[in-house]
């Protein structure tokens, strides 16, 4: 389960699957295996969001603070038995270790937070420092992005003889069911569904599809809820009918 510093390894993980989890406990692993209190200086751990990053945080303070105690918390105990196991070092060293990486850590929290972020924040920090406020500015509220990404797509599909028809016939659509005509929203949460990392394969699938692909699917779509529907009303008359006949028979 350790990574060693050295080591380039891959895991394809899934959302849920435990990364922020596995991280701690590499990042835990570095951090004791060193003999110095500020290898957090040296240690850059990344996250795709801003959430995993404070989590992950979080959880190294919680359990360098634990591992500190001489009296390891029973939640704590196993990680704590299996870092030491691992780094080949006594309970009374680990603890040692653990409360002079604490008290550094506290002297320098800035170095600590920094260097755990998420890869947006890393990417941004590094081309600013190539320049100055003045030369650039980037965008890191994503929706605000996302936002400005659907207002070049209407553009170019209004403009666009092919998908303008599409467009019109869907915002017709959306009135026929009383609904807004503004097919806004639905292409914000067609962006966001892109951005999302565990949907990066399905989209990589679908790329090559052509409009005709996509008006097929949305007919045979169609046709299937129609189906369904009427299978759903059949069942729905005969079970109010023997309803009916339940009370009749009473």
């Known amino acids: 389960?350790?990574?060693?510093?050295?080591?380039?390894?891959?895991?394809?993980?899934?959302?849920?699957?435990?990364?922020?989890?596995?991280?701690?406990?590499?990042?835990?692993?570095?951090?004791?295996?060193?003999?110095?209190?500020?290898?957090?200086?040296?240690?850059?751990?990344?996250?795709?969001?801003?959430?995993?990053?404070?989590?992950?945080?979080?959880?190294?303070?919680?359990?360098?603070?634990?591992?500190?105690?001489?009296?390891?918390?029973?939640?704590?105990?196993?990680?704590?038995?299996?870092?030491?196991?691992?780094?080949?070092?006594?309970?009374?060293?680990?603890?040692?270790?653990?409360?002079?990486?604490?008290?550094?850590?506290?002297?320098?929290?800035?170095?600590?937070?920094?260097?755990?972020?998420?890869?947006?924040?890393?990417?941004?920090?590094?081309?600013?420092?190539?320049?100055s406020e003045r030369e650039i500015h980037l965008e890191m509220d994503t929706d605000r992005?996302?936002?400005?990404?659907?207002e070049n797509i209407l553009y170019k599909l209004k403009n666009t003889e092919k998908w303008s028809n599409v467009l019109i016939q869907s915002s017709l659509d959306k009135l026929k069911k009383g609904k807004n005509w503004d097919l806004r929203k639905e292409l914000f949460k067609i962006a966001h569904v892109m951005v999302e990392e565990n949907n990066f394969f399905p989209i990589k699938k679908m790329k090559n599809f052509s409009l005709e692909n996509f008006l097929q699917l949305k007919n045979t779509l169609i046709k299937r809820t129609k189906e369904f529907e009427k299978k759903c009303k059949k069942k729905g008359e005969k079970f109010l009918n023997f309803r009916k006949n339940l009370g009749k028979s009473k």
């Open 145 to 150: 992005f996302l936002f400005k990404i659907v």
């Open 1 to 131: 389960m350790l990574v060693l510093p050295s080591t380039l390894k891959i895991y394809n993980a899934s959302a849920g699957s435990g990364k922020t989890t596995f991280l701690v406990i590499n990042y835990l692993y570095i951090l004791l295996k060193s003999p110095y209190p500020d290898e957090y200086k040296r240690v850059l751990a990344l996250t795709f969001t801003k959430k995993a990053s404070e989590e992950m945080k979080n959880r190294i303070l919680q359990c360098i603070k634990e591992f500190s105690n001489k009296k390891v918390k029973k939640e704590y105990c196993s990680l704590f038995n299996y870092i030491t196991k691992n780094l080949s070092l006594t309970k009374h060293q680990l603890y040692q270790r653990s409360e002079k990486i604490l008290f550094s850590i506290l002297q320098d929290f800035y170095s600590f937070s920094r260097n755990i972020s998420t890869i947006d924040k890393f990417t941004y920090n590094i081309i600013r420092s190539f320049f």
